[in-house]
């Protein structure tokens, strides 16, 4: 079972440029988060989305843009890289949208921008 | 403010034993929902056990059990017969619904054969 696949799993970017994170998940899921994870802190929400065409604001959205044109595809954009956003970055999707049920998470992709 | 702490970043335990990983929160709802979550060197985070505030009685997975304190807003993880796959960082993590999952800053567990 593939679960949630997120593409690529590392990126050295040099600042300024821009790139893509695809998320994709093969289980029907209609909610879909971006996380990042940096040294010293749990996770937190970049945006999210509830179904296909919707995106939302999560904890710390600044700097990144969000796409969900297909149920299955959530994609998280950097338009112009800085330093700050080196980090790993979890794509997740659940069932549930309250957050009380079950996040499947895939596997990480780490972001390195110098 | 929602808030997750897990105070030990490091712990080991020998294989076969028994270890005992903490977690408190802070929050003024009285419905919520509590989440271990392993995530191994692989990376991929997976959901260990899963307390409702509701629910007195402790929530436990085989060897991964719970002690659910409310009133302490205490929420620790006891993982028995401990593996070396156990080897891995844990999350506390709470939800009110609504609200976003928080996630506190980790405890990396070390099994040591």
């Known amino acids: 079972n593939a679960g949630v696949t997120q593409t690529p799993k590392f990126r050295v970017l040099k600042t300024g440029q821009s790139m893509t994170l695809l998320c994709a998940q093969d289980m029907n899921h209609e909610y879909m988060y971006w996380y990042r994870q940096d040294p010293g802190m749990g996770l937190r929400l970049i945006h999210y989305s509830v179904g296909e065409g919707t995106t939302a604001k999560g904890e710390v959205p600044d700097g990144y843009n969000v796409s969900r044109l297909k149920k299955q595809n959530f994609l998280l954009g950097l338009e112009s890289a800085a330093p700050s956003q080196t980090s790993v970055y979890f794509c997740?999707?659940?069932?549930?949208?309250?957050?009380?049920?079950?996040?499947?998470f895939g596997e990480g992709s780490r972001l390195t921008v110098l | 403010a929602q808030t997750v702490t897990q105070s030990q970043p490091e712990m080991s335990v020998q294989e076969a034993e028994t270890v005992t990983l903490s977690c408190t929160y802070d929050t003024s709802e009285n419905n919520y929902y509590l989440f271990w979550y392993k995530q191994p060197p692989s990376r991929q985070m997976i959901l260990v056990i899963r307390?409702?505030?509701?629910?007195?009685q402790n929530a436990t997975e085989n060897r991964f059990s719970v002690n659910f304190q409310k009133a302490a807003k205490s929420f620790s993880l006891k993982i028995s017969d401990s593996q070396l796959g156990d080897t891995a960082m844990y999350f506390c993590a709470f939800a009110t619904g609504a609200n976003n999952l928080f996630f506190g800053t980790g405890t990396r567990l070390t099994v040591i054969p």
């Open positions: 997740a999707s659940s069932y549930d949208r309250t957050y009380t049920g079950e996040l499947f």
């Open positions: 307390q409702e505030a509701y629910k007195q």
